[in-house]
């Protein structure tokens, strides 16, 4: 029974002969096999969701180790790690080369938003305007106050959030946060942000680092808890936009805004792509980045791959946007008796 911590925000020379579980000798004459068992051994070690997955990663070796020692170029290497991290069917594993950055696996899905057909939307309340150094677009009236936050970088400034909240927002009758468009970034960010809304301390979600060398050796569960912060807290109605390009801190903004009694969560299902993941450099300097953590909702649901529900589902379809209807906004809107 795990128990739960408190925190705040040669080995294969021909098969058959014999195997090992984690190879670290040099194999054959291949000029990529060092990076290729150290681009394996960093996932084999490190990587946390193979239990959940059921990704065989020994046969993955296995396959993928001949085709790396046949390789004769970069471009053949990359396509061979390409081909083996994609296994993984992880949004957040890449490699960085001098040449870019390479994902070999990703989910397709159509946006649930435009950002012309909801600024139309606000044109009756003053319109949609940009604050370049919060990084989020924003309209604020009595009756109805509207974020846009399309990113958690590092260098947003959550105090430009915090002066237009508690000078312009912090009196409407209703407040949208609206983050369909938004795939991550930094945590702490969303944290700041969701504090605003928080009525008292409350777990939202929980984690467990990979911490040995077994493919199921986990940390004991780790909550994280979302707890009221800056000078005024919100206590109307609050209505949180999502949808399929909903990913990483973003769903864990989900996850915060999610257990607060006032917030509402509409859209869709979110993409499901959580990790805490960390670059490990590789013998010829590429770097892979490799996931470290499992995530799993306040009810303990996986957030990988599963991906979050709204409170209320709304489906949109490109013809809505085309159209220039946005039935999510839609939905707020009437809730908060605007149509």
Known sequence: MKTVIKLFAGVFL???????????????????TDDFISCWDHFDTTYCYFPSKGVDWQYCYQKYLSLAMEAQRDD???NVLMDMLAELRDAHVHIATDEGYFFPWSRDYEANYSNAVSDSYFEAFGGVSYNPEGMFSYCCSPKISYFRISSWPSNMNTQEFQHLFDSLAINSE???????????????????????????????????????PDHDD????IVSAIFPGG????TGPVYVLQGRGVASSTEMFLCYMGVIPSVTTVGERSY???????????PNGWQVKVPTWIDYTADMVIIEWTGI?????I???LEDFNSGVDPILDFVFSECGLL
């Open 218 to 221: 986990f940390c004991d569960y």
């Open 272 to 282: 499901g792509a959580s990790g805490c993941p960390v670059y490990m450099t590789l």
């Open 309 to 313: 529900e709204p409170d209320v589902y």
């Open 231 to 234: 000078h005024q807290r919100y």
């Open 76 to 78: 053949d290497f990359l």
């Open 14 to 32: 021909l098969l058959g002969l014999c195997c090992m579980s984690t190879p670290t000798a040099t194999l054959g004459s291949g000029e990529y």
């Open 174 to 212: 209703a407040v949208i946060i609206d983050v369909r468009m938004n795939g991550g970034g930094n945590s702490s960010k969303a944290f700041e942000v969701a504090q605003r809304f928080a009525d008292r301390e409350r777990a939202a979600l929980y984690v467990q680092f990979r911490d040995g």
């Open 315 to 317: 489906d949109t379809t």
